[in-house]
């Protein structure tokens, strides 16, 4: 109850904040890197079925959790064998792979009661898990997250044990391997004084790069707290990278966010797409499956952490998981530029964003209506054009000119060639 509560209490905050807006980025232009997209709790099968499945995605990173309390049950031993067959399968199987160091392990309390905390007297338990982990895997883990969400419920201590922890744990990392890449912070959403604070402390002096997870309610919501975000990145002057580590939206349970499977596709492209021209190095789904097949009753059916994924156990797709697949297919390896397309007369409530690859790649035209209702808009673009259909992925040839009705729904649209969009409003 406690726990349902303090949720709720998060959900009202990203309705007061989740407001509608237009995903303009202050920057003109971005390049997106080849291995911009992944997902989160992804490979934890070891079975080829799934990485052949994550390939058709076009998810080149994975997020997983190192449990401390499954590496070290008993004090002192150190049992890597789980996590030893996700590493080995997963880089034979060629992926990228960022690991959360938590949480805390039974025998540390008395009652073997896990509290989401780590005592300052405590803490050099956790440090030895860390440093034994960060030997065992050195040169085989692209990137170290440490915790998660410590602004939220995962972390029952005070902001400022935590600062002082996140700092030991980076200098433990550092110190047992100077080349590891270590992502810091795993926020919810952008906590302006929690960041302000720990950056005060110099907690973040050794990291290359922090995280955040913006969710919200829908993906105006979730891109609004992304400028939050770099406003703050901005206020400290952090040059590292910036990383979306979670993002998501839930299609069943109880959370406020949640979304219908009819709609999951437009947001999983409005939210894809505008973080990209932001310039994360990175933006991981939350997450692959659900917790159960399509139809299926269980224990977890009212809760929203059953129902994030973008398909089911049984590999049957939600829609979306089309979305997500031409947004991993057409965007990385692209530059976002906000001189194009060429608008003419076009409101400020159509969303047009340009991906260029030309001349020999495929350039990407995402569109989208932002206001009410829907509008018809002139596209000129002589080179061959398809538009793709983002809740199955199928296309469709487009005619030089083309009239376009744009709804909320976002239309997808690729070419080949050095010829730029030409959008107009049509009488």
């Known amino acids: ?38 997902i989160v709790h992804a490979g934890t099968t070891n079975t080829h079925e799934e990485y052949l499945f994550l390939d058709e995605l076009g998810a080149k990173w994975q997020l997983n959790t190192f449990y401390w309390n499954s590496i070290e049950r008993e004090k002192g031993n150190f049992n890597f064998t789980r996590y030893d067959e996700y590493v080995n399968t997963a880089k034979q199987e060629g992926r990228k792979i960022v690991v959360v160091l938590g ?8 009652n073997g009661k896990q509290k989401r905390y780590i005592s300052p007297e405590n803490t050099h338990y956790f440090l030895r898990y860390v440093e034994e982990t960060i030997r065992h895997f050195k040169g085989r883990i692209d990137a170290w997250a440490i915790w998660n969400e410590p602004n939220f419920i995962f972390w029952k201590g005070t902001n400022k044990e935590f600062f002082e922890f996140s700092r030991l744990v980076t200098e433990k990392i550092r110190e047992t391997d100077p080349e ?5 912070g795993s926020f919810t959403r952008a906590p302006r004084g929690f960041i302000k604070a720990m950056h005060k402390t110099g907690a973040m002096e050794n990291l290359d790069g922090l995280s955040f997870h913006p969710y919200a309610l829908n993906p105006s919501g979730s891109i609004r707290i992304c400028d939050n975000f770099l406003d703050i990145m901005s206020e400290i002057n952090f040059t590292g990278d910036t990383w979306i580590t979670e993002v998501g939206y839930p299609t069943g349970g109880w959370y406020p966010t949640r979304v219908s499977l009819k709609k999951f596709p437009a947001y999983v492209v409005k939210t894809l797409a505008g973080a990209a021209i932001r310039k994360p190095k990175a933006v991981l789904w939350y997450h692959l499956f659900d917790w159960k097949n399509d ?12 129902f994030f994924g973008l398909a089911y156990p049984n590999h049957q797709r939600k829609d ?12 990385p390896g692209s530059v976002y530029t906000g001189d194009y397309p060429i608008r003419e007369r076009i409101p400020k409530n159509i969303v047009s964003l340009c991906f260029l690859k030309n001349p020999s790649g495929d350039n990407t035209l995402i569109l989208w209506n932002n206001g009410v209702g829907r509008q018809k808009i002139m596209l000129n673009l002589p080179d061959p054009a398809f538009i793709h259909t983002i809740s199955t992925g199928e296309k469709t040839p487009l005619k030089t000119e083309t009239v376009l009705d744009i709804g909320s729904t976002p239309l997808f649209i690729t070419w080949q060639g050095d010829t730029m969009p030409r959008l107009s409003r049509q009488k």
């Open 103 to 110: 949480y805390e392990v039974s025998w540390l309390f008395p």
């Open 295 to 306: 139809g299926e009753i269980s224990r977890f059916s009212n809760s929203s952490e059953c």
């Open 180 to 184: 590891a890449y270590i992502i810091g």
């Open 1 to 38: 109850m406690v726990l349902k509560k303090k949720y709720l209490l998060f959900f009202i905050l990203a309705i007061a904040f989740s407001c509608s807006t237009t995903p303009v980025s202050r920057f003109s232009s971005a390049d997106i890197p080849e291995d911009f997209f992944g």
């Open 320 to 331: 979306a998981a089309w979305a997500y697949q031409l947004c991993a297919a057409y965007l």
